[in-house]
């Protein structure tokens, strides 16, 4: 596993497992707010104006959020997005993620995706946070 963070003193209990280069990295991360740095790789252009396929960039935003509510059983269950502007390859997005309203179950995470100052994506992601692993669950209890 490769590490995913840069500077940050909170361990990470999610998404521990995933690779830096399809989901990108931590660059700050405090318990209100996260930062992270997502470079694409050539596997991700989808045309041949080397336009980075939208569905890496939703993940990579994705991946800010879910590393901010930073909870083991946790499961995105939707979410709002918009895609401002296209990324291009050789371009770096950094994301901005925040709790906008929190319980003990289920999250809701505001992030921005920047290129450069312009910002090209905005999305709310809504979090469930379960007791157990969701899928080794035993429904016969």
Not at 17 to 30: E, Q, R, Y
Not at 31 to 38: D, H, S
Not at 83 to 96: D, G, T, Y
Request: proline content about 2%.
């Amino acid at each position: 596993m490769e590490d995913n963070k840069e500077q940050t003193n909170i361990e990470l209990m999610t998404c521990t497992a995933l690779k830096s280069d399809l989901c990108g990295v931590i660059l700050n991360h405090t318990e209100e707010e996260i930062l992270t740095k997502f470079t694409p790789t050539k596997q991700m252009i989808c045309d041949e104006d080397n336009l980075i396929h939208s569905g890496f960039i939703f993940n990579a935003a994705n991946y800010a959020a879910m590393c901010l509510v930073n909870q083991p059983f946790s499961v995105t269950i939707g979410s709002e997005v918009e895609f401002l502007a296209p990324l291009e390859f050789e371009q770096e997005m950094h994301f901005v993620g925040v709790i906008k309203q929190s319980n003990n179950k289920k999250y809701e995470v505001r992030v921005i995706g920047n290129l450069l100052d312009i910002k090209i994506f905005e999305a709310t992601f809504y979090i469930a946070i379960f007791d157990k692993q969701l899928f080794k669950l035993n429904f016969q209890e």
